[in-house]
Antibody, heavy 127, light 107 residues
Framework: QVQLQQSGPGLVKPSQTLSLTCAIS??????????WNWIRQSPSRGLEWLGR?????????DFAVSVKSRITINPDTSKNQFSLQLNSVTPEDTAVYYC?????????????????WGQGTLVTVSS | DIQMTQSPSSLSASVGDRVTITCRAS??????LNWYQQRPGKAPRFLIY???SLQSGVPSRFSGSGSGTDFTLTISSLQPEDFATYYC?????????FGQGTKVEIK
């Protein structure tokens, strides 16, 4: 059974960096069939995919255009986890942030889905 | 990006009712369509993939159908634990996108 455990602060000041970590059990961040994602949810934006990291002989990242200039997602193979950093946050970045596994991801002609999710972290951007 | 539109945004129903939720994609996505359930304060739960395939452990009262741009999620006999918000999501192209959700409330 795959489990994703999120950690990180719930309050970030405007212009600072939001940092969250997602620890994986039951699978490997280096899996050749999964991708490891960050998704956020807010009343104004709904469920919004932010980006992913995945390993297919080498490491790849994909990011949403809306955050591409501000986002970093890094795998940590030594701890079997991955992290999110979002720079220069504003109150519009206030949301519940989820990590999620995308199964059968990034493969041509194969339907992928988010089958395991972290518990969610409410991050409030406020001074 | 592919836009996903759900209808209705909310509905009221009673235990035992048959409920149908619709999801429409802004362009054809074949059957690259997934459904999730979200209870208040919880993460989304994966229900259905490829428009009509039930994830392991999901009750058989849930079913999905559709292809191209129009999809439906049906709950054949609503149970108390089914009162939640339901989301569709396309995996046809990057970025993956979600519908705005349909809240199923108790009548």
């Amino acid at each position: 059974q795959v489990q994703l455990q999120q950690s990180g602060p719930g309050l970030v000041k405007p212009s600072q960096t939001l940092s969250l970590t997602c620890a994986i059990s039951g699978d490997s961040v280096s899996s050749n069939s999964a991708a490891w994602n960050w998704i956020r949810q807010s009343p104004s934006r709904g469920l919004e995919w932010l980006g992913r990291t995945y390993f297919r002989s080498k490491w790849y990242n994909d990011f949403a255009v809306s955050v591409k200039s501000r986002i970093t997602i890094n795998p940590d193979t030594s701890k079997n986890q991955f992290s999110l950093q979002l720079n220069s946050v504003t109150p519009e970045d206030t949301a519940v942030y989820y990590c999620a596994r995308c199964n059968r991801c990034v493969a041509q002609g194969i339907i992928s889905f988010f089958d395991y999710w972290g518990q969610g972290t409410l991050v409030t951007v406020s001074s | 990006d592919i836009q996903m539109t759900q209808s209705p945004s909310s509905l009221s129903a009673s235990v035992g009712d048959r409920v149908t939720i619709t999801c429409r994609a802004s362009q054809s996505i074949s059957n690259y369509l997934n459904w999730y359930q979200q209870r208040p304060g919880k993460a989304p739960r994966f229900l259905i993939y490829a428009a009509s395939s039930l994830q392991s452990g999901v009750p058989s009262r849930f079913s999905g159908s559709g292809s191209g741009t129009d999809f439906t999620l049906t709950i054949s006999s609503l149970q108390p634990e089914d009162f939640a918000t339901y989301y569709c999501q396309q995996s046809y192209s990057t970025p993956p996108t979600f519908g705005q959700g349909t809240k199923v409330e108790i009548k």
